[in-house]
């Protein structure tokens, strides 16, 4: 049904580092707040393993990117399963892997040098001997804005100007 109330009242204003729902943030609790002319707003972008821990797995969708990532890898490699492993499957593995890499962060969902590589020294002869291949890869997905500041300034040498 998605939300229908609210728990109770809560204060909120985006800029406000002080506010209520930004405290509530700080402590790693998401919140929701009803906004006039947008409705009911989720507020917050970190797990509640923050702030104990600030990796960027906290980050809510960070977390969520990897589980799409590490899905959508899985799911693609089911058809080399039960292919001889060969440097062949191995290089094949590494070039889609990468174009997929490639194609996030075309989109803007991974940061540049996310990339797949084949490391010798995790897959010794008597792992791939019993069938057993590692592939490693590393990605970031972009950390959503969390706290937006302005400055301004009064500038009166601006009244000489024509």
């Not at 947008?38 to 797995?57: I, Q």
């Not at 792992?127 to 057993?132: F, I, S």
Request: net charge negative; glycine share 8%.
């Amino acid at each position: 049904m998605g939300v229908t109330g609210l728990e109770r009242p809560i204060e909120h204003d985006m800029l406000d580092p002080t506010c209520e729902s930004n405290l509530l943030n700080a402590a790693g609790i998401v919140t929701a707040f009803y906004e006039y002319g947008s409705g009911f707003r989720s507020w917050g972008n970190r797990s509640a393993s923050f702030p104990s821990s600030s990796d960027p797995d906290n980050f809510i969708c960070v977390h969520r990117t990897a589980t799409i990532i590490e899905d959508s890898i899985n799911a693609y490699s089911q058809q080399y399963m039960d292919q001889p492993i060969t440097g062949g499957l191995i290089d094949q593995l590494l070039l889609d892997i990468n174009k997929y890499f490639d194609s996030l962060q075309g989109l803007g969902a991974v940061l540049g040098g996310s990339k797949a590589w084949y490391d010798a020294a995790k897959n010794p002869p008597q792992l791939r001997a019993d069938g057993m291949l590692r592939i490693c890869y590393k990605f970031l997905p972009p950390a959503p804005l969390e706290r937006l500041a302005y400055e301004s300034w009064i500038d009166v040498s601006l009244a000489s100007n024509k």
